[in-house]
């Protein structure tokens, strides 16, 4: 077989001209012929933490260690050199801050696109993504998510589409493709009482023999020789600290973990392997929000997801486990002081998170309302002055388009708040153009190099399967 094959349309290490220019679309091409045998991925596994900044990762790694005494999964990985590890540039097309979409296309299509779409380039040429490639050859594809399945970063590995929010579209586009397992949220853009042309997907997805589970119970009991449309809420999936902390969303609403266990169960019997990603996608929206209780929290359910990718694939033998992210997000860290220790230690006592205390306010709210909720999720004492600050953002509350905070409440402020009995510092509440961590598990885990560009990873993919860009 001719290596040169797989990379005719782009190099992992061709990284020269990508660096010099970002912002280029297609990469250039190169010679693999020295590329050292491995053995062949029939499987991969591709588990993301959307908008996980290194601090992050870093205080999941803390927050746990002083918690448990053990640290997460994913750097327990790095401490027992596990794993290839590396770096990689995440630019889009049109900016060297990405946004999940043009991010996800990167390694979905193998191209860089403009922000905003989802394996379409800028002259509108549509670049075949990598589970339509997978599902060719016969193997099985699924993604399973914390965001509504029908958002960016699933969608990228599955579909093309000028616009990420055309996601009613995009649901339809998933049964097109007869995607094997699809989970997560998004009720909205499958029910007949919330699409706007009022079709009722989930009976298109029944007719054509998916098992549509809509609990935790009716997912952990569903068929594993059937496909599995999983819809668990009607936009993303709660945060796994308000979830944890909720009797009645702890029985309605699977982890992340669960999930993926339910995925691989599905697919792990299919004679030509599969493929799956998996993405804890509301650590992005903690991070827009300033929310540490829902970052750490949502991180530590990415890292439980890694613990079942990687069980799976060290009994397996020919799973490819892949760990990143698609950018950073608002650069969190624990900041000096002499009570950071415990400050952020304090964390661990924390019922909710920002987002439940901020959407339990209101116009008529007191001011003894909002120290008395604040005490209950964060076990701290706000002042008069503090609450006083906080109510002043819902005189005049907006209700914009946006999912991360459309009503403008006041996450900011009380990130500032809780600054002072968290010593977490945030340098903003957007994306940023950091390079990423990269981690690989399994057979064909020796193509990484230490630094590559987003594109190459499709590449990777495709040679770490011995699959042939001929599509």
Same mark, same amino acid.
């Given at each position: 077989?001719?290596?040169?094959?797989?990379? %005719?349309? /782009?190099?992992?290490?061709?990284?020269?001209?990508?660096?010099?220019?970002?912002?280029?679309?297609?990469?250039?091409p190169?010679?693999?012929?020295?590329?050292?045998?491995?053995?062949?991925a029939?499987?991969?596994?591709?588990?993301?933490?959307?908008?996980?900044?290194?601090?992050?990762?870093n205080?999941?790694?803390?927050?746990?260690? %002083?918690?448990?005494?053990?640290?997460?999964?994913?750097l327990?990985l790095?401490?027992?050199?596990?794993?290839?590890?590396?770096?990689?540039?995440?630019?889009?097309?049109?900016?060297?801050?990405?946004?999940?979409?043009?991010?996800?296309?990167s390694?979905?299509? /193998?191209? %860089?696109?403009?922000? @905003?779409?989802?394996?379409?380039?800028?002259?509108?040429?549509? *670049?075949?993504?990598?589970?339509?490639?997978?599902?060719?050859?016969?193997?099985?594809? @699924?993604?399973?998510?914390?965001?509504p399945?029908?958002?960016?970063?699933?969608? #990228?590995?599955? +579909?093309?589409? !000028?616009? %990420?929010?055309?996601?009613e579209?995009?649901?339809?586009?998933?049964?097109?493709? @007869?995607?094997?397992?699809?989970? /997560?949220? #998004?009720?909205?853009?499958?029910?007949?009482?919330?699409?706007?042309?009022?079709?009722?997907?989930?009976?298109?997805?029944?007719?054509?023999?998916?098992?549509?589970?809509? !609990?935790?119970?009716?997912?952990?009991?569903?068929?594993?020789?059937?496909?599995?449309?999983?819809?668990f809420?009607?936009?993303?999936?709660?945060?796994?600290?308000?979830?944890?902390?909720?009797?009645?969303?702890?029985?309605?609403?699977?982890?992340?973990?669960?999930?993926?266990?339910?995925a691989?169960?599905?697919?792990?019997? &299919?004679?030509?392997?599969?493929?799956?990603?998996?993405?804890?996608?509301?650590?992005?929206?903690?991070?827009?929000?300033?929310?540490?209780?829902?970052l750490?929290?949502?991180q530590?359910?990415h890292?439980?997801?890694?613990? +079942?990718?990687?069980?799976?694939?060290?009994k397996d033998?020919?799973?490819?486990?892949?760990?990143?992210?698609?950018? /950073?997000?608002?650069?969190? @860290?624990?900041?000096?002081?002499?009570?950071?220790?415990? &400050?952020f230690?304090?964390?661990?006592?924390?019922? *909710?998170?920002n987002?439940?205390?901020? &959407? #339990?306010?209101?116009?008529?709210?007191?001011?003894?309302? +909002?120290?008395e909720?604040?005490?209950?999720?964060?076990?701290?004492?706000?002042?008069?002055?503090?609450?006083?600050?906080?109510?002043?953002?819902?005189?005049?509350l907006?209700?914009?388009?946006?999912?991360?905070?459309?009503?403008?409440?006041?996450?900011?402020?009380?990130?500032?708040i809780?600054?002072?009995?968290?010593?977490?510092?945030?340098?903003?509440? *957007? *994306?940023?153009?950091d390079?990423v961590?990269?981690?690989?598990?399994?057979?064909?885990s020796?193509?990484?190099?230490?630094?590559?560009?987003?594109?190459?990873?499709?590449y990777?993919?495709?040679?770490?399967a011995e699959?042939?860009?001929?599509?």
């Open positions: 077989m001719d290596r040169r094959k797989f990379f %005719r349309n /782009g190099s992992l290490f061709a990284l020269g001209t990508s660096l010099l220019n970002p912002f280029d679309i297609v990469a250039a190169s010679d693999f012929d020295t590329i050292k045998q491995h053995k062949k029939k499987n991969i596994i591709v588990i993301v933490s959307d908008g996980m900044s290194i601090g992050t990762l205080m999941a790694d803390l927050y746990l260690s %002083r918690k448990t005494g053990v640290g997460t999964n994913w327990q790095y401490k027992d050199n596990k794993v290839n590890r590396g770096l990689m540039d995440m630019a889009s097309a049109s900016s060297i801050v990405t946004d999940s979409a043009a991010a996800s296309s390694w979905g299509g /193998g191209f %860089r696109i403009p922000n @905003g779409g989802l394996n379409v380039g800028a002259n509108g040429e549509e *670049h075949l993504p990598i589970w339509q490639k997978f599902k060719k050859i016969g193997k099985m594809a @699924g993604c399973v998510t914390t965001v399945i029908t958002h960016a970063t699933p969608a #990228g590995f599955c +579909v093309n589409s !000028t616009s %990420r929010n055309a996601q579209k995009i649901a339809e586009k998933y049964l097109e493709q @007869g995607f094997d397992i699809m989970m /997560g949220g #998004g009720n909205k853009y499958f029910s007949s009482e919330h699409r706007k042309d009022k079709v009722d997907m989930y009976q298109k997805f029944a007719t054509e023999g998916y098992q549509v589970v809509k !609990t935790r119970n009716e997912m952990l009991t569903a068929d594993a020789n059937k496909p599995i449309l999983g819809v809420n009607n936009d993303s999936l709660p945060y796994s600290k308000d979830r944890d902390s909720n009797k009645e969303l702890t029985a309605k609403i699977p982890t992340l973990g669960e999930m993926t266990q339910k691989i169960d599905r697919m792990k019997n &299919n004679p030509e392997g599969f493929v799956l990603q998996v993405e804890a996608g509301k650590v992005d929206w903690a991070a827009h929000g300033n929310d540490i209780a829902a750490i929290y949502d530590t359910a890292d439980e997801a890694i613990k +079942v990718a990687i069980d799976f694939a060290e033998e020919e799973t490819l486990v892949i760990i990143t992210t698609d950018h /950073g997000n608002a650069n969190p @860290g624990v900041i000096s002081g002499r009570k950071a220790n415990a &400050n230690d304090s964390i661990q006592n924390y019922k *909710h998170t987002d439940w205390i901020l &959407n #339990g306010f209101g116009k008529e709210t007191s001011v003894s309302q +909002v120290k909720r604040i005490e209950y999720a964060n076990n701290f004492a706000a002042t008069n002055e503090e609450a006083n600050l906080i109510l002043s953002y819902y005189t005049n907006k209700s914009e388009d946006g999912i991360y905070n459309a009503r403008h409440l006041p996450f900011e402020v009380l990130a500032k809780q600054k002072q009995h968290t010593s977490v510092g945030w340098i903003s509440t *957007h *994306h940023s153009a390079y961590e990269l981690a690989m598990f399994g057979p064909g020796d193509l990484l190099t230490p630094f590559i560009k987003n594109t190459d990873l499709h990777l993919m495709l040679e770490a699959v042939e860009n001929k599509f």
